[in-house]
């Protein structure tokens, strides 16, 4: 199975302090509670040697890349979340990209749209998806349909290192995401797996 882990990438998704930490106006409820699952993700990828993509969003200060209806928030004295170059872009605590890892920006929902993360997987030979971080019904059902469509031959939602604003919200995606072949797994599930 070492073979498949050389064709396999984890992506992390927008596990930054503007989403993650508490007292931030855009933390998700529940993004915290997910830390250790998230944390046991990534060291699981890295000793299998799996690729790991940490996929940030990362926005012009003045809001010139973010979507219309998020626009609001930035320009001078503006909240700006993951402005560029502010703290609340940053990773959360204890999550840090190593050497061998790719960050990935991001401007919208899916880490496909307008990015080079499907020239860069198919570059490397990924052929295998496992995704982790926030939010299930934004960032990672995006993602997760996007690499559906542009079929990947496995896609593996880890249930328990994504978290959505309430559980049944969460769950409801995990329903609709399994329903389009994704499998949903635990991180101790894929961690003990041979897939």
């Not at 998700?28 to 998230?38: C, F, Q, T, Y």
């Not at 969003?57 to 626009?71: I, K, M, N, T």
């Amino acid at each position: 199975m070492a073979d498949q882990w050389n064709h396999t990438a984890l992506l992390v998704i927008d596990m930054q302090k503007d989403f993650i930490d508490e007292g931030s106006p855009f933390a998700i409820p529940g993004a915290r509670a997910i830390l250790p699952s998230v944390y046991r993700a990534v060291e699981i990828a890295r000793k299998r040697g799996v690729f790991v993509i940490w996929v940030v969003r990362e926005h012009d200060p003045e809001g010139r890349d973010v979507e219309r209806f998020r626009r609001h928030y930035y320009g001078n004295g503006k909240l700006k979340p993951a402005a560029k170059g502010s703290r609340g872009a940053e990773l959360v605590e204890g999550l840090e990209m190593k050497e061998g890892e790719y960050k990935l920006v991001k401007t919208r929902f899916s880490a496909f749209f307008d990015t080079n993360l499907h020239s860069l997987l198919q570059g490397v030979g990924i052929t295998h998806l496992v995704v982790a971080g926030v939010q299930t019904p934004n960032c990672i059902r995006q993602t997760v349909f996007d690499a559906v469509s542009l079929d990947y031959h496995s896609i593996t939602l880890l249930s328990d290192a994504t978290a959505a604003a309430t559980p049944k919200i969460h769950q409801d995606n995990i329903t609709d995401i399994k329903n389009v072949g994704v499998v949903a797994s635990k991180v101790d599930e894929w961690g003990h797996s041979d897939a």
